[in-house]
């Protein structure tokens, strides 16, 4: 393989570089060209750069704000949920405090019926035995009147007596 020189170096040189000099003092429009552009490319990178800050921070607060909107809402539903249970217990005690009135009127109505009951049961035996009492009075009665009568049938005939 031969290599072949370039008999005009400087040419391709300028060609490849194209309007950029090496030298500061050749052109001073090149090295300004050159620092605009450079300043420009700064910006544009700056401003790039600043932007997929502001994208990540934006990012960041809409993730925060979703997150304080969720911690809210579940605050909330806790506070709903308390609520309703704090609410259903205080029912539940109020019930509790009616059914021990309803209790205490039944064991009193159970306590008056019993007491009747018992008093017309005395009664009721008070009547009987009277009863029987004086059954038995009229029964012996009875029984004394007839003792009588049979004692004057009984008593010995005389010849005259018929």
């Known amino acids: 393989m031969t290599s072949r020189a370039d008999p005009n170096p400087s040419v391709d040189a300028k060609m490849a570089i194209g309007t950029v000099s090496m030298c500061?003092?050749?052109?001073?429009?090149?090295?300004?060209?050159?620092?605009?552009?450079m300043a420009e490319i700064k910006d544009d990178l700056e401003s790039k750069l600043a932007a997929m800050v502001e994208a990540k921070?934006?990012?960041?607060?809409?993730?925060?704000?979703?997150?304080?909107?969720?911690?809210?809402?579940?605050?909330?539903?806790?506070?709903?949920?308390?609520?309703?249970?704090?609410?259903?217990?205080?029912?539940?005690r109020s019930q509790q405090t009616g059914l021990q009135s309803q209790i205490a009127g039944v064991e009193?109505?159970?306590a008056t019926a019993t007491g009747s009951m018992i008093s017309q049961i005395q009664n009721m035996?008070?009547?009987?035995?009277?009863?029987?009492?004086?059954?038995?009075?009229?029964?012996?009665?009875?029984?004394?009147?007839?003792?009588?009568?049979?004692?004057?049938?009984?008593?010995?005939?005389?010849?005259?007596?018929?």
């Open 108 to 110: 009193s109505s159970i």
């Open 125 to 162: 035996f008070s009547t009987m035995q009277s009863s029987l009492d004086a059954r038995l009075t009229d029964i012996a009665k009875t029984k004394a009147e007839n003792a009588n009568d049979e004692s004057e049938s009984k008593r010995p005939r005389k010849d005259g007596d018929l």
């Open 24 to 37: 500061p003092e050749d052109d001073e429009t090149v090295s300004s060209t050159t620092v605009s552009r």
């Open 57 to 92: 921070v934006a990012k960041c607060e809409d993730r925060i704000t979703a997150l304080g909107d969720t911690i809210q809402k579940s605050r909330q539903d806790w506070e709903n949920a308390n609520s309703a249970i704090a609410a259903e217990f205080q029912q539940v």
